[in-house]
């Protein structure tokens, strides 16, 4: 199995950029459709951005999309989300996640990093 983590987050500005990374260990990352979600104070954890596991297809929510871009490098067994035009309501704890299913639903994904804070102030 694969075991996940994400260095990185932090603080930012209103209107900045900040890159998350995905680490994996174990199994290598290649055998995982791999998701970000993120949880805001007080709300359900909600979908934020999926990668293919070859990185040909991208999927984003909404909210999200045109401002995050979601990638992943499998010789390095990284994923990335490069977030920009961050605001406010992007505060949350952004969790990195892996599955074997093709697949944009949390409850399909087995394996979760630890999470890593990301705070967007005005």
């Known amino acids: 199995q694969v075991e996940l983590a994400e260095p990185g987050g932090g603080l930012v500005q209103s209107g900045g950029s900040l890159r998350l990374s995905c680490v994996a260990s174990g199994r290598p990352l290649k055998y995982y459709f791999m998701g970000w979600f993120r949880q805001a104070p007080e709300k359900e954890r909600e979908f934020v951005a999926g990668?293919?596991?070859?990185?040909?297809?991208?999927y984003y929510s909404d909210s999200v999309k045109g401002r995050f871009t979601i990638s992943r490098d499998n010789a390095a067994d990284t994923g990335y989300l490069q977030m920009s035009s961050l605001k406010p309501e992007d505060t949350a704890v952004y969790y990195c996640a892996a599955t074997t299913m093709n697949s944009l639903t949390q409850s399909d994904y087995p394996y979760w990093g630890q999470g890593t804070q990301v705070t967007v102030y005005s």
């Open positions: 990668v293919s596991w070859s990185g040909a297809n991208t």
